[in-house]
């Protein structure tokens, strides 16, 4: 390893994808562990895979499914291209023996997994736990998933893959108009490259796409989902190689620039997203309820008046924030995550019937551009604040930018300008309200 490659690894782990994700998900970790050495295994021979690399095949896509089921959709790319390959350069009959190699190894893998499942859990009636299956069948309930957030099926192609991999997003997408461009076009720029580059790019790129389109299929998308394609996209941009992949668009004149570049604008976006939008309503809004909630009550003024907080479409609130002592808390948090608008509803009438609730405020808290009944008084709003699962209707506001351009630009006197200004008041006006959190108190 020389010196640019020493200094391109210690930048790696100073990446986004290790200070945000990694050091909180371990399991999506070990998913990118496990898939980066299933990538070496697939890219590794020259001529026929070995019986010792379809044992350990085996082993590692079972062991994966076991710690995240969803790694069957990262290892279906690899594992389809080694049987194509040891297909193509041997025989059909050799592919067939990998096959059964790799279901003994995976078998093997299983039976150790459900094993330490089954004494771990320890089944009441001894039964075995296949822990991959109960994560399955939940996950095949819908109305699991809503209380984690639904998501639009192109959340990971549009959002989630430039707040991980900001630029290499940009260079994959780019690449691939590219490529499709040349096959529409019939040309071939890269046919200086070897056959052993072009087929290693076009593995790679398999990798990234079909895990990322099969991703996108589930309803709920969080960003730390779709992690491990950071392997195969690292290595078909990072560390170029004879097929110049990059071409003109981001040739670095070093690894050190490029990972400078790159940590530079993610950790932009990360802090961006995740700080200021997602939970930029959040932390002010508990700053908000310590201060005029839970200290308030304890100086004396309102204190057999306790408070009801309802958390509703928005991320789990820091309790902490309200320095409360356990066993005395005046503000009580429930947080209903992504929960439909019934299930809110009837707890707040629950409150309402529940005697015990009469001389309690109830609080909810929820994102502005969800529409609440007449019930719910305004309280404060916080800015600014982002919800992906309810994000701000931009049709209206687009329209009416489009109706001032109209008014400028046929305008033929002079009070089309400040008509203009009086409209594009109105639009940020209008933007500024809906990219709020909301503070609501429940009259009855």
């Known amino acids: ?11 790696t782990t100073a990446t986004t ?3 945000i994700v990694f050091c909180r998900t371990f399991s999506n970790f070990l998913e990118m562990i496990f898939f980066a050495w299933l990538i ?61 190699l790799m279901a003994i190894g995976g078998l093997s893998a299983a039976a150790v997994m459900i094993m330490i499942d089954s004494w771990y859990y320890g089944m009441p009636g001894g039964g075995f736990v296949i822990s991959p299956l109960c994560f399955i069948l939940y996950n095949l309930n ?63 790129i398999g990798c990234i796409y079909t895990s990322l389109a099969a991703l996108s299929w589930f309803p709920h998308q969080e960003p730390r989902f779709i992690l491990p394609i950071v392997v195969p996209l690292l290595i078909l941009f990072v560390k170029p190689y004879d097929v110049n992949v990059l071409n003109s668009f981001v040739e670095a004149p070093c690894l050190l ?95 309402a019937r529940d005697g015990q609730n009469v001389q309690k405020r109830n609080l909810l ?16 709003s916080f800015f600014p604040h982002w919800s992906s699962e309810d994000p701000p209707n931009f049709l209206p506001l687009s329209t009416l930018i489009y109706d001032s351009i109209l008014t400028v630009v046929g305008g033929q006197t002079s009070n089309s300008f400040n008509d203009l200004l009086n409209r594009t008041r109105i639009v940020f006006t209008k933007l500024r309200h809906e990219l709020t959190l909301s503070l609501y108190e429940y009259i009855t």
């Open 40 to 100: 070496i295994l697939a890219t590794a021979p020259n001529t026929s895979y070995r019986s010792r690399t379809w044992l350990l095949t085996g082993l590692i896509v079972t062991t994966a499914f076991f710690i995240r089921p969803t790694f069957l959709i990262f290892a279906f790319w690899p594992v389809i291209s080694m049987l194509y390959h040891q297909a193509r350069k041997a025989n059909l009959q050799s592919s067939i023996y990998g096959s059964i």
């Open 257 to 351: 620039g490029y990972y400078n570049i790159t940590d530079s604008v993610n950790v932009r976006i990360n802090i961006l997203n995740n700080q200021i939008l997602l939970l930029g309503g959040i932390y002010p809004c508990m700053q908000y309820l310590h201060d005029h909630y839970s200290r308030l009550n304890r100086d004396g003024n309102d204190i057999s008046l306790s408070t009801n907080v309802v958390f509703f479409h928005t991320y789990m609130p820091p309790k902490f924030m309200l320095a409360q002592p356990r066993d005395d808390q005046i503000v009580k948090i429930y947080d209903l995550a992504g929960r439909d608008m019934d299930f809110m509803s009837e707890i707040f009438l629950s409150f």
């Open 142 to 204: 819908t109305s699991n998933l809503d209380h984690h957030g639904i998501h639009p099926r192109v959340t990971h192609g549009l959002i989630n893959m430039f707040l991980l991999f900001g630029p290499l997003t940009v260079a994959l997408y780019y690449q691939t108009l590219r490529d499709i461009m040349d096959y529409l076009l019939k040309t071939n720029e890269n046919s200086h490259s070897t056959q052993t580059d072009t087929s290693i790019r076009q593995f790679l």
């Open 17 to 19: 994808y290790t200070i």
């Open 1 to 11: 390893m020389n010196g640019k490659d020493a200094i391109g690894c210690l930048m």
């Open 365 to 380: 808290v929820a994102p502005t551009t969800i529409p609440v009944s007449a019930h719910f008084k305004s309280v404060k």
